[in-house]
C-alpha cells in the first residue's frame, strides 16, 4: 500500500548521519540522494523512508500527532535501536518497556522533531 514516508528536514547532512546510523541498524542504507532529498530502504525493498527539504521552501515542522512506527526484531533490538537514536540527536518521547502484555515499545524524536515509535509484538499478542 505504502512505497515510502517522507519527512521534512532543515538540514539534510544532520539527517542523513541521524538515519544512515539509525536505519543501519534495521539493514536499511541509501538508495537516492539528491540536493533536496535522501531515501533509504531496507534489504525487502519494501517501504522507503525519506528526508526532504519542504518543497514549498519554508521551514521543516514535524506534525502534530503523527508518528512513524519502526519493526524491531526483539525486545533487545528495541532498546538499541532507542538509544542509538538519543545518542544521534534525537530525544526520547517514551523509553524502552511493556506497554500492554506481548508488546514492547519506545518511542523518540528526531532532530527535526519527527516522532517515531519502535515495536516488537510477540507472535501471541
Known sequence: ????????????ERSAAF????????????VMRNDRSILWKGPDDGV???VCRPYDEQPARHGNGSMVGLKAHSIDDVARIHGTALRLGGRCEGPPGERRPGVHAAYF?????NKFGVFHIA???
Not at 19 to 30: E, K, S, T, V
Not at 109 to 113: I, L, M, Q, V
Open 19 to 30: 538515519y544512515d546510523g539509525l536505519l543501519a541498524l534495521l539493514g536499511a542504507r541509501q
Open 48 to 50: 522507503g523512508l525519506a
Open 123 to 125: 507472535a501471541a499478542a
Open 1 to 12: 500500500m505504502l512505497t515510502n514516508v517522507i519527512l521534512g528536514s532543515n538540514d539534510l
Open 109 to 113: 524524536r528526531d532532530p527535526d522533531g
